[in-house]
């Protein structure tokens, strides 16, 4: 993250201070957005939605013992064209 925010006030020409906040800021309106409407459209990158994870059977790495693991909520990303195109 701090990359992100070094990044951020460079290109704007804030402060990092100025930049976390601004960047916490969004995460919270994100995290608030999905919680309520289950998706978020960020224009011109992608589609944020909430996801669920069936509960499954899997093994521990370490021993090999069959393990259940809960089910689980997810967030999903799905790149929008401008997006994708960028990496073309």
Do not use: C, W, Y
């Amino acid at each position: 993250m701090t990359e992100l925010v070094s990044a951020l006030a460079e290109t704007t020409g804030i402060t990092k201070a100025k930049a976390k906040e601004v960047l916490d800021a969004h995460a919270e309106l994100l995290i608030s957005e999905l919680k309520e409407n289950g998706n978020v459209q960020l224009a011109g990158i992608g589609k944020l939605k909430l996801g669920q994870r069936a509960e499954r059977q899997g093994r521990n790495p370490s021993t090999g013992e069959a393990i259940t693991i809960k089910a689980s909520k997810t967030v999903k990303f799905s790149g929008g064209k401008r997006f994708k195109d960028s990496f073309q």
